[in-house]
């Protein structure tokens, strides 16, 4: 998973599985989208306004809770 953030444009995309692949954008609301991918697979999630979104002037910390990982090495 890739979390990234565009401060030019106000952005936030959550990638959720790596790898390119032909897309379709699913729209939620103005500012939310999502990117689904062969089989219904949901492959990322972007925010515009994502200040605006998240209800301050700044991006929330990020927390990851069980998730297990290795390190590269």
């Known amino acids: ?3 990234s953030y565009d401060s ?3 952005a936030l ?3 959720l599985l ?3 692949c032909e897309c379709r ?4 609301n ?3 989208a999502l990117n689904i991918g062969p ?3 949901l492959i990322g999630i972007e925010i515009l306004d994502a200040k605006q979104i998240f209800g301050s002037d700044q991006l929330p910390s990020i ?3 069980n998730i297990g990982y290795a390190l590269a090495s």
């Open 1 to 3: 998973m890739k979390i």
């Open 8 to 10: 030019e444009i106000d």
């Open 13 to 15: 995309y959550i990638r």
């Open 18 to 20: 790596e790898g390119s």
């Open 25 to 28: 954008t699913l729209r939620l």
């Open 30 to 32: 103005d500012e939310v």
């Open 39 to 41: 089989g219904e697979t």
């Open 63 to 65: 927390s990851l809770e």
